[in-house]
């Protein structure tokens, strides 16, 4: 089996991006982790990689005029590793309309939220505040347009009474994980 090289994208602390670095490790596993990039220099996601000897690159988006100029630097970057896939996981920059379009359904991302709902930031406070008896994660194709193309897989939970926006994201990252792996299992043997 030939594994697809794919790169992650991280801001933080990379949880998501772990457990999809270890699936990885699998020999089953139908990617190869051939970077890992964050837009935060001191993120600890980075150093988590490199424990993995995955080659990780810290890439300051201050400097930068623009997005633009910061986007065809990580573009040649990611062209630099060989992916031919791109894993948002925590990574909290907005790519440029000419960024996705040089990676076209090959970036996906996941979101703490049954999208189409609650795209953006405060997810699990949102779906408290909207009373919503289900929340939970999606992975998604990553468009021009924020958290908005389509959805690869869903996993929901059961928001309880006593939730709160703490539980909810404790409750919501340990199903991220298992579905980021799923889902990025299912793009790759889909090409
Ligand atoms: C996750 O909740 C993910 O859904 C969101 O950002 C968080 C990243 O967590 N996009 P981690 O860095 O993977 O631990």
Redesign the pocket.
Same mark, same amino acid.
């Given at each position: 089996m030939r594994k697809v090289p794919t790169a992650i994208l991280?801001?933080?602390?990379?949880? =998501?991006?772990?457990?999809l670095a270890k699936a990885a490790q699998s020999p089953d596993y139908p990617c190869q982790i051939v970077m890992v990039a964050s837009n935060v220099p001191e993120?600890?996601?980075l150093q988590r990689a490199a424990d993995l000897g995955i080659p990780v690159q810290a890439l300051d988006h201050t400097p930068f005029e623009d997005r633009e100029a910061f986007d065809q630097i990580l573009h040649h970057k990611l062209q630099e590793s060989g992916a031919e896939l791109i894993c948002?996981?925590?990574?909290?920059r907005i790519l440029t309309p000419w960024f996705v379009d040089q990676w076209k359904n090959k970036i996906i =991302?996941?979101?703490?939220s049954l999208l189409p709902k609650y795209k953006g930031l405060n997810?699990h406070q949102r779906a408290l505040d909207a009373g919503d008896r289900f929340h939970g994660?999606s992975v998604h194709f990553v468009t021009a347009d924020l958290d908005s193309g389509d959805v690869i897989l869903q996993k929901k939970i059961k928001v309880t009474p006593r939730d709160t926006a703490e539980t909810l994201?404790q409750k919501?990252?340990k199903i991220?994980?298992p579905l980021?792996v799923e889902a990025l299992r299912k793009v790759a043997e889909s090409r």
């Open positions: 991280i801001s933080g602390r990379g949880s =998501n991006m772990l457990a993120a600890e996601g948002c996981a925590g990574f909290m =991302n996941i979101h703490p997810t994660c994201a919501v990252l991220e994980h980021y």
